[in-house]
């Protein structure tokens, strides 16, 4: 269960100047929570695809503010709150990698053991860690190697997770060349708000964002780019993407759809420009 933020532009930009201060302030301090490893990946106007991990709080960590200051015009980087039994090391660190995709998942799947029968056997072979996360990025790698499609990978995965395993937030972000892809997909998975309590000494005590909201996804746009975060990070002027729902930011297409999760159908569209203007 972790935090997440995503970000591509029409220019390249960094994360730190993208978020206000009190923005990336929020994010850091997350990390007092959310303090088992943290990781990055971004690219740069369609060279390789750069990826940064580390087991540190992001808060303790200089490399976190030098990664924030690299300039790129996609991004995501993912804040680790380890579920219990996935050991803390660098392996089970977010963004994982294959190819040029990269993955970050917040959630926790029940049953997650039950995916490894859903896997091929090469898919079993690439798996680094241990963690239910990567079993969830090589069920979507080998969908979209299917399908030859994303959006109908994602939902094809999603789909066999709630069956297969059952509750569980599946929200994830997703990035290859040019693409940047944020997925809500939390169900009826409850809110960790009594677990953070115990941890953190009352329900006082918790960081904004983490009540009944903790697995919202939320987006902005402002000066060309398009930012999505997990709740905790941005205040006003973030929208809730909706729960079931696929943002997905494809710079050779030109544009910003988001589908309906469960029949890919494109609610709205923002298109990408020196302005990015909502439709």
């Not at 924030?68 to 963004?95: D, M, Q």
């Not at 809110?191 to 329900?203: C, F, M, N, R, Y």
Request: aromatic share 8%.
């Amino acid at each position: 269960m972790c935090r997440l933020l995503a970000f591509a532009s029409s220019d390249n930009t960094t994360i730190e100047s993208l978020l206000t201060p009190e923005e990336f302030d929020n994010y850091r301090k997350l990390s007092e929570l959310h303090g088992d490893g943290w990781g990055a990946a971004w690219q740069t106007n369609g060279s390789s695809v750069q990826q940064a991990n580390s087991v540190e709080r992001a808060i303790d960590d200089d490399n976190f503010l030098y990664i924030s200051k690299k300039s790129a015009n996609i991004g995501i980087v993912h804040l680790r709150w380890a579920t219990t039994g996935f050991p803390v090391c660098v392996e089970n660190t977010h963004p994982f990698a294959a190819g040029s995709w990269r993955f970050a998942h917040n959630g926790a799947i029940a049953n997650s053991d039950r995916l490894l029968n859903e896997l091929s056997p090469a898919r079993r072979v690439a798996l680094n860690g241990t963690t239910d996360s990567e079993m969830y990025f090589q069920l979507l790698l080998e969908n979209i190697e299917k399908t030859g499609d994303v959006v109908t990978a994602i939902q094809a995965t999603v789909k066999t997770i709630r069956k297969v395993c059952g509750l569980g937030s599946l929200n994830c972000l997703l990035l290859s060349d040019g693409r940047m892809i944020a997925v809500q997909a939390y169900g009826e998975t409850p809110s960790p708000t009594d677990s953070l309590a115990v941890q953190l000494g009352g329900i006082d005590k918790l960081p904004i964002g983490h009540g009944d909201e903790y697995y919202h996804l939320r987006f902005t746009v402002r000066d060309g780019s398009i930012l999505v975060a997990s709740t905790g990070v941005g205040g006003e002027g973030w929208e809730d993407l909706g729960e079931d729902s696929i943002i997905d930011v494809n710079f050779a297409r030109g544009d910003v759809k988001i589908h309906n999760l469960s029949d890919g159908d494109v609610v709205r569209t923002i298109p990408l420009s020196p302005t990015i203007a909502v439709e």
